[in-house]
Nanobody, 126 residues
Framework: QVYLVESGGGLVQAGGSLTLSCVAS????????MGWFRQAPGKEREFVGA????????YYANSMKGRFTISRDNAKNTAYMQMNSLKPEDTAVYYC???????????????????WGQGTQVTVSS
């Protein structure tokens, strides 16, 4: 079992930045590919980005490319997502998720992830 705890959400003005963190329990963090998803009110959960266990490969949803950067520090059991140029439409609850393997078959598929955090709210005001 892997427990994930997100932090770093909050209220920010449009154009601002936030960095989300996701701390994982356990001693084999590098064995877990990580993903970030978000869910806005009344909408389905959507893929934001992902990173392999080694941190060498990242993936992003098209609307986040160039604005969001995912990284990880395996020594600290922590994944990060730096979000820049935030827009009101980025307002959502953001979740980190871990896969039981270091690589993906389909990083877009939320059912590929085995463990989920509780989420952190990001609100972007206009």
């Amino acid at each position: 079992q892997v427990y994930l705890v997100e932090s770093g959400g909050g209220l920010v003005q449009a154009g601002g930045s936030l960095t989300l963190s996701c701390v994982a329990s356990g001693r084999t963090f590098s064995s877990h590919a990580m993903g970030w998803f978000r869910q806005a009110p009344g909408k389905e959960r959507e893929f934001v980005g992902a990173i392999t266990g080694s941190g060498k490969v990242t993936y992003y949803a098209n609307s986040m490319k160039g604005r969001f950067t995912i990284s990880r520090d395996n020594a600290k059991n922590t994944a990060y997502m730096q979000m820049n140029s935030l827009k009101p439409e980025d307002t959502a609850v953001y979740y980190c998720a871990a896969r039981a393997f270091p690589h993906f078959a389909n990083y877009l598929n939320q059912y590929e992830y085995d463990y989920w955090g509780q989420g952190t709210q990001v609100t972007v005001s206009s």
